[in-house]
């Protein structure tokens, strides 16, 4: 089959041979939107990650071994969402410069809170994440985009859960 030529010399991005029936301008857009997940997603694994390492206090052994399931399931959770671009003919991010830019959670605090600031901080990023990925659910939908909305259904149902627990860890 002859190679067909990009269709716009508009755009950085190219993507030769993208027709799964979804337009450029919502693939851009859902693009977009996933990397922001994306970026989310990367900067809280690595604050959690790093929590696990400077944790302190009567707390350690539960909350050591806690962010240590949650950073396991941040870290392999950042892959589908980044080959998912890749299936929408778009760059994954994959830079600190890149991941700083996109990311609406801050990096973690260069000297290590306290215990159950630690627990405020991550209960924030997972509501902070699932508002991300809220915001581009009605534009995958309206596109036809089955296999992001799948994606982020399963992302936002572990962020509000994961925020349910890291809340009720903060009630007295
Ligand atoms: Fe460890």
Do not use: C
């Not at 693939?27 to 997940?37: M, P, Q, T, Y």
């Not at 071994?65 to 778009?90: C, K």
């Amino acid at each position: 089959m002859a190679k067909s030529k990009a269709a716009s010399g508009k755009s950085k991005v190219h993507s030769p041979g993208v027709n799964i029936g979804i337009s450029e301008k919502d693939r851009s857009a859902i693009a977009a939107g996933l990397s922001r997940v994306l970026a989310d997603t990367y900067t809280l694994y690595l604050t959690t990650h790093n929590f696990h390492w400077n944790v302190t206090g009567p707390m350690f052994n539960t909350l050591h071994a806690m962010f240590m399931a949650q950073y396991t399931e941040l870290w392999n959770a950042v892959d589908p969402v980044a080959e998912r671009i890749r299936s929408l003919g778009h760059p994954a991010p994959g830079s600190y410069a890149q991941f700083g830019a996109l990311a609406s959670i801050p990096d973690a605090p260069t000297v290590p809170p306290k215990a159950m600031e630690m627990v405020r901080i991550l209960k924030e990023g997972h509501e902070a994440v699932a508002r991300t990925a809220r915001g581009i659910f009605s534009v995958a939908e309206q596109a036809g985009d089955e296999p992001t909305a799948d994606l982020l259904t399963q992302r936002l149902a572990v962020h509000e859960q994961t925020a349910w627990m890291l809340r009720a860890l903060l009630e007295e």
